[in-house]
C-alpha cells in the first residue's frame, strides 16, 4: 500500500510559476515509475508528465514539453512537478501517481489505468 500526498497548490496569476510537490508513504517509490495527471471540471483526465524510477528517463505531451518539468528524488521519497508561464487553460486538480506493478521499468507510462495509486490531489487556479 503506497499513500501519495500532494501539495503546493494554489491560486495563481497567469504568467506566474508553481512547484507541485508529491511525497509518497507507505513504500519506497524507488524501483517504480510515478508521473503527474490533471483534471478539469467536465474533463477527463490528462496526462501531464512522467519519470522513470531512477529519473534518467521523462516523457511530457508535446503539448506541455516547453512549460512542465518533473523531477524526483527518490531518497525524499517525492516527485515534483514544476509549471512555468502558467495558463488560464492550465486550471485543474493535479494528481500524481506511481506504478507499483513493474519494477524497475524502462518506460514511463502515460494511461491512468497503468497507475496503481494516487493522490488526493491539489488544486491549481490560474486567475487573468
Not at 14 to 38: I, K
Not at 78 to 95: F, M, R
Amino acid at each position: 500500500q503506497v499513500q501519495l500526498v500532494e501539495s503546493g497548490g494554489g491560486l495563481v496569476q497567469a504568467g506566474g510559476s508553481l512547484r507541485l510537490s508529491c511525497v509518497a508513504s507507505g513504500r519506497t517509490v524507488n524501483p517504480y515509475a510515478m508521473g503527474w495527471f490533471r483534471q478539469a471540471p467536465g474533463k477527463e483526465r490528462e496526462f501531464v508528465a512522467g519519470v522513470r524510477w531512477d529519473g534518467a528517463s521523462t516523457d511530457y505531451p508535446d503539448s506541455m514539453r516547453d512549460r512542465f518539468t518533473i523531477s524526483r528524488d527518490n531518497a525524499k521519497n517525492a516527485v515534483y512537478l514544476q509549471i512555468d508561464s502558467l495558463k488560464v487553460g492550465d486550471t485543474a486538480v493535479y494528481y500524481c501517481a506511481i506504478q507499483t506493478r513493474y519494477l524497475w521499468h524502462f518506460g514511463t507510462p502515460r494511461a491512468p489505468r497503468e497507475y496503481d495509486y494516487w493522490g488526493q490531489g491539489t488544486q491549481v487556479t490560474v486567475s487573468s
